[in-house]
């Protein structure tokens, strides 16, 4: 890195302990001559250093510089996000600037036409006005004025999108599938009473629903919960949404068996249970966040039958939690009275009232505090006004992040408040204008990528709203930027194959964003099982750094279109970015890899997992010498990585027969630790050889005892 004068320097040091603001006004014209390139994502040819990344060119921030290598034909490009005409260009050089450069744009990103040269430049602003089309600006660099490289402290480029049509507005109302109500609303009960008639057993249907409680105080209700239907307090606290009565889900729909209660939710509430305590009965993908439940809490629906969940975070229960019958459980960053017992998995991380761990004889996994967390976003009522809250980051958290609320607000009007029948079209030009996404309930088939570039967008969805992409295009895509947030939707895969349905950064991105992470939190994605589906890919992340908090990715056992081939996806969860984090994964019955690891510095906590039943046969499943893909594959390149209170599970109905080699496969290195794995064949449908690579007892008989490894290697 190279000296600075003294005031450069301050500068920069202000910059790292100042936060920039990189929102774009939420009613920026597309057919206005405005500024298109802050916020959007930028490349370059080199970086001088982590710190003058190219992003920080393009952030507003005058603080903050790109910088690229010492030497000559360096370039900086930006993509605008759509075809834009291009009117303006304005470059801000620090003092290592171009003596001689050119602009240039492209529709493409590969072919580029010249806007304007520039010869013998003194620094300083420079304010070209040019005129062209293109999605890609770039300042190419031909001779540098110094011994240094090219820097600039902002590129910025001016022009109109959108062919001349109006801007999207944001805020509005929260559509049809939004139910607002506060303790006075009339006939609340036959309200939650119609919806869970509907919902209650609808597993593949096409309603979604929101509740939304204003504050105050209910009494005397219970709010059961079917499928796709979810419960939010509208406070800034949970405590400031008082029930005097229950939140519940159950599973009398299925005969007392909760394994398949799914796709619901329920956050930032207060519930006294009317006789003591609450019933949450849940399987995969039923986040319980933010809640104050001044009672007990029981994982189990009536009559102890099967469950298979489940997740909790943020929140406060005050009396004891009995997980009873549930195999596996993650809880993250909470309080709780006393947990009682629990089956195979159960996993803690900063959890105040926790049990110790005691793996080697029982289900416990417990961690002092969780590394790095950020609470979900979510919307709530300041006065009369809709705002989204954006909870701030914490390192080596213990206990809820309420009543303290560090984070931000951002007005509803900053929104594209999505509804039902809007276009991929709609919404990315929504997000190029610089506006975050609110997803209402409901199902949103899309015929192009909703392309997601800005740093600090969020994307919420309410509902479990449900995103399908058709003709085979990816349904959403997230640039190597800071702080997006993706958070409370379902990815339901389409017909014709896609090859990522959710990618998070470039192949190959690398710039660092430890300080501001892109989270993923209740994101969830199914393939078949609503009709059939294929994708090669579910999920995969190239970014650095990212935080995924709770996810279930599903290729579907049973529903319509299931089948070895009818919906095929090969991978559940591909990390290639390095120090990714997860907490609380769910992927389950991939046709090969469920998790395939090759980021260095990677970490879990707690995975749940079944191999995929309808497997023909071994050979459809072998490979390299051995039989059955593993759960979570490490890759061999990796050095380091870590993590905690795993499971895997195999029900290979179509072939009991096969035995598969492990449930996890890792390098051996010092780097390298595994801790607290377990494996169980689901009453004797197939075998496990070992748990992790060569090691670990075989699994046996049909009465679903675990083998486990403590710790490996």
């Known amino acids: 890195m190279r000296l600075r004068s003294l005031g450069v320097a301050l500068a920069a040091t202000a910059a790292l302990i100042t936060l920039p603001t990189t929102q774009l006004p939420a009613a920026a014209a597309a057919n206005a001559d405005t500024n298109l390139s802050q916020g959007r994502t930028a490349t370059s040819s080199t970086t ?43 470059i801000n050089w620090e003092a290592a600037y171009g003596k001689d450069y050119k602009v240039q744009a492209s529709n493409d990103g590969s072919s580029w036409t010249d806007l304007r040269s520039v010869t013998g430049g003194d620094g300083g602003t ?20 110094t011994q240094w490289g090219y820097s ?28 607002v109500v506060d303790p006075s609303t009339p006939n609340l009960q036959q309200k939650f009473d119609q919806v869970f008639a509907q919902q209650e057993s609808a597993q593949f249907g096409s309603g979604r629903y929101q509740f939304l409680l204003k504050p105050g105080t209910y009494n005397g209700i219970n709010a059961q919960l079917g499928f796709y239907t979810s419960i939010s307090g509208l406070g800034l606290n949970p405590d400031d949404t008082q029930i005097n009565g229950d939140v519940t889900v159950d599973a009398g729909w299925f005969n007392g068996n909760a394994t398949q209660n799914f796709w619901r939710s329920a956050e930032n509430l207060a519930i006294r249970p009317s006789n003591g305590t609450d019933r949450w009965a849940v399987a995969q993908a039923a986040p319980f966040r933010r809640m104050h439940i001044q009672g007990g809490l029981n994982l189990a629906p009536n009559g102890y039958g099967w469950a298979s969940g489940g997740y909790i975070a943020d929140s406060k229960i005050d009396g004891t939690v ?13 309080s709780v009275g006393g947990w009682t017992n629990g089956v195979w998995n159960m996993t803690f991380t900063g959890v105040q009232g926790a049990p110790a761990t005691n793996f080697d004889s029982g289900p416990y996994t417990t961690l002092d505090t969780t590394p790095v967390s950020r609470e979900k976003p979510f919307l709530y ?147 078949g099982g609503a009709g059939p589906g294929l994708a090669t890919n579910s999920v995969v992340v190239n970014s650095d750094d990212v935080v995924i908090d709770h996810t279930w990715l599903w290729r579907a056992d049973h529903g319509d279109g299931v089948g070895w081939d009818t919906n095929r996806a090969d991978y559940g969860l591909k990390v290639n970015g390095d120090d990714v984090l997860a907490t609380g994964l769910f992927v389950e019955h991939f046709n090969k890899y469920d998790v395939l690891w090759s980021g260095e510095r990677g970490r879990t906590i707690f995975f749940q997992n079944e191999k995929a039943y ?33 499971g895997s599970y195999c029900n290979y109905t179509s072939d009991p027969s096969i035995v598969q080699h492990h449930g996890f496969q890792v390098p051996v290195r010092s780097g390298i630790k595994m801790h607290d794995l377990l494996v169980i064949s689901l009453g004797g449908k197939g075998q496990y050889a070992h748990v992790v690579n060569d090691t670990g007892a075989p699994t046996s008989g049909t009465d679903t005892v675990p083998s486990k490894i403590t710790q490996f290697p």
Request: net charge negative; aromatic share 8%.
């Open 322 to 334: 009995g997980p009873y019958s549930q195999q596996q459980w993650y809880t993250r960053d909470s």
């Open 152 to 179: 600039t402290w902002e590129f910025q480029v001016f022009g109109t999108t959108g062919g001349g049509s109006g801007p999207i507005q944001g805020g509005g109302d929260l559509g049809p599938n939004v139910i």
């Open 381 to 527: 009522l300041d006065g009369s006004t809709y705002k989204v809250f954006v909870p701030a980051k914490r390192t080596n958290a213990r206990g809820m992040s309420w009543p303290a609320n560090a984070g931000t607000s951002i007005p509803l009007d900053q929104f594209y408040v999505v509804k039902p029948g809007a276009t991929a079209a709609t919404i990315n030009q929504a997000l190029a204008q610089g506006l975050n996404l609110l997803f209402t309930p409901g199902v949103y088939h899309l015929d192009r990528t909703i392309d997601v570039t800005r740093p600090g967008t969020v994307v919420l969805g309410l509902g479990l709203a449900t995103l399908v992409p058709d003709n085979g295009v990816d349904a959403m895509h997230v640039a190597d930027v800071n702080g997006v947030r993706l958070a409370g939707f379902l990815i339901d895969a389409g017909r014709a194959n896609s090859d990522t349905l959710l990618r998070i950064g470039e192949p190959g991105a690398s710039a660092d964003h430890s300080a501001d992470p892109t989270t993923v939190q209740d994101v969830f994605v199914r393939i």
């Open 48 to 90: 001088e250093n982590p710190g003058t990344p190219a992003s920080a060119a393009v952030d507003g921030n005058t603080a903050t510089r790109w910088s690229s290598g010492f030497s000559d034909d360096q370039w900086l490009q930006v993509d605008l996000g759509a075809t834009a005409s291009i009117s303006r260009v304005v």
């Open 614 to 646: 309808d497997a023909p046969n071994a050979a459809a499943i072998s490979h390299d010498g051995i039989v059955g893909y593993a759960a979570y594959k490490v890759a061999d390149t990796v050095t380091q990585h870590e993590a905690w209170g795993l």
């Open 126 to 145: 420079d304010t070209l006005d040019v005129s062209g089309q293109g999605r890609y600006v770039r300042l190419q660099g031909i001779h540098r004025a």
